[in-house]
């Protein structure tokens, strides 16, 4: 159930800040070590340079000029990354070649 939830926070994500890339593909992934990824790439504006911005601050939003009620709550991202931690995974930010992110969620083997 929490998996799915930080799924949906991903999904809410790309929709609001990356709408005008106009892509946007979901992939599942089984490594040969029995793990699995939950990918999520979008076409959309991308992370900063500064990807340490993302990653210390629970609150980052994309666009600047969003607030909380034009742009949630800025927590999908820490919800991910912690929904992922609880069940033994990590998640990955990164920028696409081309443009746009790519947010994957990586599960162990239990």
Not at 35 to 59: C, H, K, T, W
Not at 85 to 93: E, F, R, T, V
Request: hydrophobic share 40%.
């Amino acid at each position: 159930m929490r998996i799915r939830q930080a799924v949906l926070a991903l999904l809410e994500n790309a929709c609001r800040y990356a709408s005008t890339g106009g892509s946007l593909r979901c992939e599942t992934e089984k490594l040969p070590d029995g793990s699995v990824i939950i990918r999520l790439l979008d076409r959309g504006p991308g992370f900063p340079e500064d990807m340490q911005a993302v990653a210390i601050n629970p609150f980052w939003r994309g666009d600047p000029s969003r607030s909380r009620a034009t742009g949630g709550t800025g927590l999908g991202l820490s919800v991910a990354r912690a929904i992922a931690i609880a069940h033994g995974g990590h998640l990955q930010l990164a920028n696409r070649t081309g443009g746009g992110a790519v947010v994957q969620i990586y599960l162990q083997r239990e």
